[in-house]
Nanobody, 125 residues
Framework: LRCSCASGGGLVQSGGSLRLSCAASGRTFSTYALGWFRQAPGKERDFVAAINWSTGSTYYAESVKGRFTISRDNAKNTVYLQMNSLKPEDTAVYYC??????????????????WGKGTLVTVSS
C-alpha cells in the first residue's frame, strides 16, 4: 500500500479554509484506517484526524474538533481533510497516513503508519 503526496496545502489567512487530499493505492483498504497528522517546526508529528475506511467512523484531535472534517471517497481511494476556521497554530506540514488498524488506534499511536509525503499549510494572522 502506498500513500501519494498529500496535496491542497498553501498559504491562507486566519479564518480561511483549505482542503487536503491524498490518494492511496496498492491494495484494498477494508481493514485500514487512513488519517492525517501534522508537524509544526521544531515539534513532533501529531495526530489530527483518522477515518475507518470500511465504516467511515472518525476520530479527531481535540484541537481541530468542529473545524476539520475527514472524509473518504471509496471509488477514488482518496482521503480528504476539510479545514475550516484555520488558525495560525494550524501551521504545519500535513501528512497523510494509512495503517491496518482502526481510526481509534491510529489516534493513539503512529507506530506502523505508512506515510505519504507532506504538504505545507501556512496560516497567517
Amino acid at each position: 500500500l502506498r500513500c501519494s503526496c498529500a496535496s491542497g496545502g498553501g498559504l491562507v489567512q486566519s479564518g480561511g479554509s483549505l482542503r487536503l487530499s491524498c490518494a492511496a493505492s496498492g491494495r484494498t483498504f477494508s481493514t485500514y484506517a487512513l488519517g492525517w497528522f501534522r508537524q509544526a517546526p521544531g515539534k513532533e508529528r501529531d495526530f489530527v484526524a483518522a477515518i475507518n475506511w470500511s465504516t467511515g467512523s472518525t476520530y479527531y484531535a481535540e484541537s481541530v474538533k468542529g473545524r476539520f472534517t475527514i472524509s473518504r471517497d471509496n471509488a477514488k481511494n482518496t482521503v480528504y481533510l476539510q479545514m475550516n476556521s484555520l488558525k495560525p497554530e494550524d501551521t504545519a506540514v500535513y501528512y497523510c497516513a494509512a495503517r491496518r488498524t482502526t481510526a481509534q488506534t491510529m489516534s493513539i499511536t503512529s507506530r506502523g503508519n505508512i506515510w505519504g509525503k507532506g504538504t505545507l499549510v501556512t496560516v497567517s494572522s
